[in-house]
């Protein structure tokens, strides 16, 4: 089955870390670029950051800039997100998404979601 | 940053009806515009690409339209199951926006 599976998040103390990762299924990952997306309880939804195919292209939302680190391995088809410094304003379902376009075509749209990781951050 | 702004915010429409939801850019997008659902405990699920371009799967009474700073989603005749929360995003531009979405209910 096509699909995305996060994992990795839990319950952390302002100014913790948390490393979340994303297993991608049934596609070619290398070929996708691939970001994340958070959604705080209630709330609407959040860009945080975008990688591109070979990771030379890497994009962050300038509320985590600095503190996350995304990440991907194509041999292992893993997406990640490194998450320093945690805020509580950080308390957020965080999802894993496939742009549908291959190789950085310029369209938008991500057509796969996990069904997300929650991180809550609070001490 | 480029804002979205979704209008309205809510609404509630009997099954059967014409449905038109409204995405307005702070400057042009061109037509990098995508448009998701999301009902409750899923993850979104992508509706439209590319300003009217309809995604995999997704039945023919969504469509969308639009270019530069407006932009439309229509559902032609309302069915129960669409119930749920719209989305429009860009990336025309970084950082990648959302609009605040608009809920969408049955009566």
């Known amino acids: 089955e096509v699909q995305l599976v996060e994992s990795g998040g839990g319950l952390v103390k302002p100014g913790g870390s948390l490393r979340l990762s994303c297993a991608a299924s049934?596609?070619?990952?290398?070929?996708?670029?691939m970001s994340w997306v958070r959604q705080a309880p209630g709330k609407g939804l959040e860009w945080v950051a975008s990688?591109?195919?070979?990771?030379?292209?890497?994009f962050y939302a300038d509320s985590v800039r600095g503190r996350f680190t995304i990440s991907r391995d194509n041999a292992k088809n893993l997406l990640y997100l490194r998450m320093d410094s945690l805020r509580v304003e950080d308390t957020a379902l965080f999802f894993c998404t496939k742009e549908r376009a291959p190789y950085s075509s310029p369209s938008v749209g991500s057509d796969l979601w996990g069904q997300g990781t929650l991180v809550t951050v609070s001490s | 940053e480029i804002v979205l702004t979704q209008s309205p915010d809510t609404l509630s429409v009997s099954p059967g009806e014409r449905v038109i939801l409204s995405c307005r850019a702070s400057?042009?997008?061109?037509?990098?515009l995508a448009w998701y659902l999301q009902k409750p405990g899923q993850g979104p699920r992508l509706l439209i690409y590319?300003?009217?371009n309809r995604a995999t799967g997704i039945p023919a009474r969504f469509s969308g339209s639009g270019s530069g700073t407006d932009f439309t989603l229509t559902i032609s005749s309302l069915e129960p199951e669409d119930s749920a929360v719209y989305y429009c995003?860009?990336?025309?531009?970084?950082?990648?926006?959302f609009g605040q979405g608009t809920r969408l209910e049955i009566k």
């Open positions: 400057q042009s997008v061109s037509s990098y």
């Open positions: 590319d300003a009217s």
């Open positions: 995003q860009q990336r025309s531009n970084w950082p990648i926006t």
């Open positions: 049934e596609f070619t990952f290398s070929i996708y670029s």
């Open positions: 990688i591109s195919t070979d990771s030379r292209y890497i």
